[in-house]
Antibody, heavy 122, light 107 residues
Framework: EVQLVESGGGLVQPGGSLRLSCVGS????????MDWVRQAPGKGLEWVGR??????????EYAASVKGRFIVSRDDSKNSLYLEMNSLKSEDTAVYYC?????????????WGQGTLVTVSS | DIQMTQSPSTLSASVGDRVTITCRAS??????LAWYQQKPGKGPKVLIY???SLESGVPSRFSGSGSGTEFTLTISSLQPDDFATYYC?????????FGGGTKVEIK
């Protein structure tokens, strides 16, 4: 069974940092682009960032709202995806989902984790 | 960035109804559009990709159509398990965007 499990969420003060992790199982992690998507309380979905696979040089893309503050990385040897979040703002409060993109050349999201809640508040 | 406008934002319907949700892109995205279903407290689940391809395991009462800038998700006969929030998403460019969501409620 394909599974994604996030961890690392919690309460952090404005201006602080937090690192989220996601472990994938049941599939060949290294074959897939991986993304982070977030959802503020009671709001819709917002794509955060992507990291491509080794074949694509592990290149990354970010939403304008987090570019320069967030970093997506991966460790294929550990089947793990990470999101380093810096200079956090109250508007970053959300459930953060780890998402697998399917293996096509223009991939859609075909598997989502259960999410981890990040709360930015003093 | 490509903007995705979804309508309606809320829809009240009864079991057995035919339901249609519309998504409009601010520029052409070919058929790089997916539809997701989300239930409270859960991560979304893909229903349709490439505008009209049914994800494996998804009931055939779900269908998608469209290309360019206009897309629709249709549920042919609404079932109790279908009351949820639905999102469209474009994946044609480097920056990915979602529609605002459509909550399907019990009438």
């Amino acid at each position: 069974e394909v599974q994604l499990v996030e961890s690392g969420g919690g309460l952090v003060q404005p201006g602080g940092s937090l690192r989220l992790s996601c472990v994938g199982s049941g599939f060949t992690f290294s074959d897939h682009y991986m993304d982070w998507v977030r959802q503020a309380p009671g709001k819709g979905l917002e794509w955060v960032g992507r990291i491509r696979k080794k074949l694509n040089s592990y290149t990354t893309e970010y939403a304008a709202s987090v570019k320069g503050r967030f970093i997506v990385s991966r460790d294929d040897s550990k089947n793990s995806l990470y999101l380093e979040m810096n200079s956090l703002k109250s508007e970053d409060t959300a459930v953060y989902y780890c998402v697998r993109a399917d293996s096509g050349s223009f991939p859609h999201f075909d598997c989502w984790g259960q999410g981890t809640l990040v709360t930015v508040s003093s | 960035d490509i903007q995705m406008t979804q309508s309606p934002s809320t829809l009240s319907a009864s079991v057995g109804d035919r339901v249609t949700i519309t998504c409009r892109a601010s520029q052409s995205i070919s058929t790089y559009l997916a539809w997701y279903q989300q239930k409270p407290g859960k991560g979304p689940k893909v229903l349709i990709y490439r505008a009209s391809s049914l994800e494996s395991g998804v009931p055939s009462r779900f269908s998608g159509s469209g290309s360019g800038t206009e897309f629709t998700l249709t549920i042919s006969s609404l079932q109790p398990d279908d009351f949820a929030t639905y999102y469209c998403q474009q994946y044609s460019g480097y920056s990915l965007t979602f529609g605002g969501g459509t909550k399907v409620e019990i009438k």
